[in-house]
Antibody, heavy 121, light 110 residues
Framework: QVQLVESGGGVVQPGRSLRLSCAAS????????MHWVRQAPGKGLEWVAV????????YYADSVKGRFRISRDNSNNTLYLQMNSLRAEDTAVYFC??????????????WGQGTLVAVST | QSVLTQPPSASGTPGQRVTISCSGS????????VYWYQQLPGTAPRLLVY???QRPSGVPDRFSGSKSGTSASLAISWLRSEDEADYYC???????????FGGGTKLTVL
């Protein structure tokens, strides 16, 4: 069965960096675009970034552009999110999600359980 | 402020039919497919409805979606207590080159 398992979250000071991972299994990882979506405590869903199936195309939300970088390792079925210059407003649960469309779409058919990132002094 | 606009709350009694609206613009809902997600407390979101009203395996046919112009709606028929959750609409936005979500609607089953 399809599984997405995030890891790498934790407490980090403002200005520092963190790298999240999302281990995928149960499907052909290299065939699907993958997204990161986050949810601040008590708030709604906010899209963060997307990578195409081959990693050649990426897009970012304005709120993270220039600070975060999404990447993937198709040989190891793993999605990454490198987060630099972290701010308090980046505090959230970060979900990785599979996009089940070959093109750009908001169709996320599988989600991970999420990993909490807390940016605090 | 979310790009897609949803009412913050909705409610109904068991057995009722409830609809949740989602308003956008020509750059998102007007041009792209709309998807609906359900999020139970403490869990990851779950895809509820595809644009053609097909549903992922396990989602009951009590859930249905529709779209007209730059607005969309989710209808839940025969409301049940387990439907109490947060509901989000989402669509790709051509201007932002990314998906956008509604602010979410908290559904209470009275």
């Amino acid at each position: 069965q399809v599984q997405l398992v995030e890891s790498g979250g934790g407490v980090v000071q403002p200005g520092r960096s963190l790298r999240l991972s999302c281990a995928a299994s149960g499907f052909t990882f290299s065939s699907y675009p993958m997204h990161w979506v986050r949810q601040a405590p008590g708030k709604g869903l906010e899209w963060v970034a997307v990578t195409s199936y081959d990693g050649r195309s990426t897009y970012y939300a304005d709120s993270v552009k220039g600070r975060f970088r999404i990447s993937r390792d198709n040989s190891n079925n793993t999605l990454y999110l490198q987060m630099n210059s972290l701010r308090a407003e980046d505090t959230a649960v970060y979900f990785c999600a599979r996009c089940d469309s070959s093109g750009w779409s908001a169709s996320f058919d599988y989600w991970g359980q999420g990993t909490l990132v807390a940016v605090s002094t | 402020q979310s790009v897609l606009t949803q009412p913050p709350s909705a409610s109904g009694t068991p057995g009722q039919r409830v609809t949740i609206s989602c308003s956008g613009s020509s750059g998102n809902i007007g041009r792209n497919d709309v998807y609906w997600y359900q999020q139970l407390p403490g869990t990851a979101p779950r895809l509820l409805v595809y644009p053609n009203n097909q549903r992922p395996s396990g989602v009951p046919d009590r859930f249905s979606g529709s779209k007209s112009g730059t607005s969309a709606s989710l209808a839940i028929s025969w409301l049940r207590s387990e439907d109490e959750a947060d509901y989000y609409c989402a669509a790709w936005d051509d201007s932002l080159s990314g998906p956008v979500f509604g602010g979410g609607t908290k559904l209470t089953v009275l």
